[in-house]
């Protein structure tokens, strides 16, 4: 429930800047409660995920749309800020409630580039019932939305094409000096996010593997949660044969607040994404946290990561298939002087250019304008 781009970025910035927020979302029972700061959360229990017929059968029917909406109804707010493709086949009924509301429609992602490199791991029920409905109620609402927020520039001029209340508001992360410890480093590379077969895990390991076949023994902390144990067991085999098991940390899911003590401890942050359709689009947020905590990057050739790291001079894109590349930008910035020249450089360039404060006057922005219409 507590996302970070809703909770820590967006509600927290309308909380602070006077506007009363609460949020309706799913969850595994039915709750209502405040968060210490004000925060108001109404969870709704979902349907138990599956993808057998009867599930993805009940979803299209919008049983819990239907939840959702009524919940929402009841509050009559000014404004309802959706941030889940599925909400958009809700999204024209809600702007037909009796107090005339203003809808929002937030993506946070590539959806269509999603459905076209990730299908794959759908059945047909969940194609049939859930991809394909929401994805064609988003063509349909784009036009009817109030505003429109994309996370980043490909998307937010796709939209603009549709609907000229196009806003983009990049997910850039908080910048707090606070968070920055002068501690030991334990790990040599840090990666923080989703753990499947489409986030390049492997991609690390081979490139650890190199740089100890040069005999340089690298370590690295994997933070996050396996989403299939199947491709946990094939990682760690893999560690394994290569003999790399001293070499790799896995702490599994860590609390929001609590990641900054790996970045704190690590030295490079990695992302090396395969290339694909939805990867070349999306920007990263991890990439910011690693900035912020004077990590630089390692990263794919390909897309805003591409960009970043070479632009503001913080890093390496590289052909994440070429193991012995990835090595070589690994053991480059490893060499004391120099890593710690691209540290200073990370956080010079993090503190100017990528922090949520700019992203948040743009919000404020937008909202002010809207209430006033």
């Known amino acids: 429930m507590l996302d970070g781009r809703i909770y820590n970025r967006e509600a ?12 309706i979302g799913y969850g595994n029972e039915d709750k209502h409660y405040f968060t210490e700061d004000g925060f108001e959360i109404i969870q709704l229990k979902k349907l138990k995920k599956g993808s057998s017929l009867k599930t993805t059968f009940q979803s299209f029917k919008q049983s819990f749309l239907t939840d959702i909406f009524d919940a929402a109804a009841k509050v009559k707010a000014d404004v309802y800020h959706l941030h889940d493709i599925e909400l958009c086949r809700i999204a024209s009924k ?22 076209l490199d990730f299908r794959k791991y759908h059945s047909l029920p969940q194609i049939l ?24 520039n490909n998307v937010g001029a796709r939209f603009a094409k549709t609907n000229p ?33 489409e986030r390049g895990i492997e991609f690390i390991v081979d490139a650890v593997n190199e740089c100890k076949k040069r005999g340089v023994d690298v370590s690295c902390v994997i933070v996050g949660n396996f989403e299939t144990r199947n491709h946990e067991e094939s990682v760690k085999k893999k560690i394994a044969g290569y003999n790399l098991g001293p070499q790799f940390y896995f702490p599994g899911h860590v609390a929001f607040d609590d990641v900054d003590t790996f970045y704190n401890e690590s030295k ?15 920007l990263h947020v991890k990439l910011f946290e690693y900035l912020h905590f004077g990590l630089p990057i390692i990263v794919s050739n390909f897309g805003h990561m591409k960009d970043i790291a ?19 930008k690994i053991l480059y910035l490893l060499e004391a002087d120099r890593y710690q020249s691209y540290s200073s450089r990370c956080i010079e360039v993090a503190e100017s250019k990528y922090v949520w404060n700019i992203e948040a006057k743009k919000l404020l922005a937008v909202y002010k304008s809207l209430m006033k219409n």
Not at 12 to 23: F, R, S
Not at 94 to 115: G, R
Not at 315 to 326: E, K, T
């Open 268 to 282: 490079i942050g990695v992302c090396l994404l395969p290339l694909n359709r939805t990867f070349k689009i999306t």
């Open 94 to 115: 809600l702007q037909q409630l009796p107090h005339k509301p203003k809808v929002i429609y937030d993506a946070h992602e590539p959806y269509l580039e999603n459905f």
């Open 310 to 328: 070479e632009d503001d001079n913080v890093g390496f894109a590289v052909d994440p298939y070429d193991a012995s590349q990835v090595a070589d």
């Open 12 to 23: 927290k910035t309308l909380l602070t800047n006077g506007y009363e927020v609460l949020h």
């Open 129 to 152: 019932f859930n991809d394909i409905p929401a994805l064609l109620a988003e063509k349909r609402f784009l036009k009817k939305a109030d505003l429109l927020i994309a996370t980043e």
């Open 165 to 197: 209340h196009t806003a983009v508001i990049h997910n850039y992360s908080y910048y707090n000096q606070s968070l920055i410890k002068p501690v030991a480093k334990k790990y040599d590379l840090v990666y923080s996010g989703s753990i499947n077969e």
